[in-house]
């Protein structure tokens, strides 16, 4: 069966420091992987999403970055973090070629301070 | 970007009740699904509705596929306290299974009183 893995499950990062989260999918090959953002309370905003190793595509301008170094691995990263980045991050998963269902991870919780 | 209109927002209801919610769209879609998330954890797939006029049922849980393509209902018979949550319906524009993307409900939360 497939599993996927968030990781760190929590952060508490300063204004201005790096991020990089983590995300990892097992029992399945070349799947799509996306990168949400859910702020308190609300929904779903896309962020990133990737068809293949080294390919992604990007939903929302910002000074976040996602990368794709692997097949089953899915990275979210920043430079420099911002107050506004808070928020919960979820990456979810999806069977190449097959439409709609995706199937999130447990998430991380990102705090800016 | 785009979020589909989910009502109600919240609701109340008596453990044993019925629950009803719905999800709206000006758009048409060729995939509906609904979510259900707990508080600090990821969505987990309830349900997934793939034909206009597709009647599904999961456990005590049946979702419908609007005939007009544009909206999805949700149904739960008999509630019990572990259905709270928010409830989040999502829709896929794309056919073809390649670079898929989904639209998501602004959510219902539930809320289950003994």
């Known amino acids: 069966s497939q599993t996927i893995h968030q990781w760190p499950a929590t952060l508490v990062q300063p204004v201005g420091s790096p991020l990089s989260l983590e995300c990892t999918v097992e029992?399945?090959?070349?799947?799509?992987l996306y990168w949400y953002r859910q702020a308190a309370g609300r929904g779903l905003q896309l962020l990133f999403y990737?068809?293949?190793?080294?390919?992604i595509s990007s939903e929302v301008p910002q000074n976040l970055s996602a990368s794709r170094p692997q097949d089953r691995q899915f990275i979210l990263s920043s430079k420099k973090l911002l107050l506004s980045d808070s928020g919960f991050y979820l990456c979810?998963?999806?069977?190449?070629?097959?439409?709609?269902?995706?199937?999130f991870g447990p998430g991380t919780r990102l705090t800016v301070t | 970007g785009q979020q589909l209109n989910q009502s109600p927002q919240s609701m109340f209801i008596q453990e044993g009740e019925d629950v009803s919610m719905n999800c709206t769209s000006s758009s048409i879609f060729n995939t509906w699904l609904w979510y259900k998330q707990d508080p600090g954890e990821g969505p987990v797939l309830l349900i997934a509705?793939?034909?206009?006029?597709e009647l599904t049922s999961n456990g005590r849980l049946t979702a419908q596929f609007g005939i007009t393509r544009k909206d999805s209902f949700l149904n739960i018979s008999a509630s019990i306290p572990s259905d709270v949550g928010i409830y989040f319906c999502?829709?896929?524009?794309?056919?073809?299974?390649?670079?898929?993307?989904?639209?998501f409900g602004t959510g219902t939360r539930l809320q289950v009183t003994l």
């Open positions: 029992g399945t090959s070349n799947p799509n």
């Open positions: 999502a829709g896929d524009r794309i056919n073809t299974g390649t670079a898929s993307k989904l639209t």
């Open positions: 509705l793939y034909k206009a006029g």
């Open positions: 979810a998963w999806k069977r190449d070629r097959e439409i709609g269902e995706q199937y």
């Open positions: 990737s068809v293949g190793i080294g390919q």
